[in-house]
């Protein structure tokens, strides 16, 4: 079951035999805009518009809960690996689609929604005819079974917009990975943010050191220059806003690790040994 306290907390239960306990979705929250194209894994709550979202789940370990807003349909999400990976279950009126590790709590409605995993895409909705609900043509109800519909050719809906953006916020000391054109707050603990691309704004909480900010390119990919009291990384496909300060933040270049940070000394912003200024310039291989 999935259950809403109306405070923006979401717990849920996967149901079939016996209730298992799956991760509760409050570690963070994805509010997107109309149009908005993305990604996110961790455990936390996406927030939709009446407008249309394309979603994708990560395949990390956690719960990502979308709200009731996506069962007016004409949205897209997209799970990794094939229909088969999946399992899925009806809780009262949202369906829960797993691999094991990854849990995936969706509002039903009767008009639709579109799971595109890696084989096809099905649609996700209630029959009223039949009086259940399928994903493809596939029925299903309380009890978890896997995904054994073929993919059914349903048409995706357009409606993306390359400069909508979403706020990722933060609890705290959490992690997450995601992309997209994001704003992200943190707090005033440790979070970590493994950014798969786009463009994306840390709010000034990130100045205030210990947080971690994982990307998938090499260090010399990435151009950086200082920006007021920010770093500005331009990666191949990546633009990235860092407000920075004393204490120090942690950037981790595809496991190449090196500490951002304002030195007093040379009154630079510096990423390792290297210092920035206001002209672009590459990362060495080696900080």
Known sequence: MTIFDGNGGIASHLVSVSV??????????LVTGDGFVGEIGGSGQVFG???FQDITVLDKAGTIAFDPSFNRGGDIV???GDAADWQVVQSGSNTIFSDGDTFVPLPIGSTGMSIVFDDGVRLLRFDP???IVKIGAQGFGAELVKVTAPADGTQLPAGADAEASAQLIFGEGASASAGGHLIVFGTAEAEQLAFTGGKVTLDPSFNSGGDTLVLHEQAPNFLA???????F???????ILIPVGTAGMTLSFAG????????????SIVIGT??????PTALVAFG
Do not use: H, M, W
């Open 256 to 267: 190449d690790d090196r500490t951002l940070l304002f030195d007093t000394l040379l009154n």
């Open 78 to 80: 997209r799970l990794s």
């Open 274 to 279: 290297q210092e920035f200024y206001t002209t």
């Open 233 to 239: 990384l331009e990666g191949t496909a990546s633009d």
């Open 49 to 51: 518009t009446t407008d």
């Open 225 to 231: 220059s200082r920006t007021g009291s920010n770093l």
């Open 20 to 29: 298992v306990e799956i991760p509760t979705a409050n570690k963070l929250r």
């Open 129 to 131: 005819d039949a009086g």
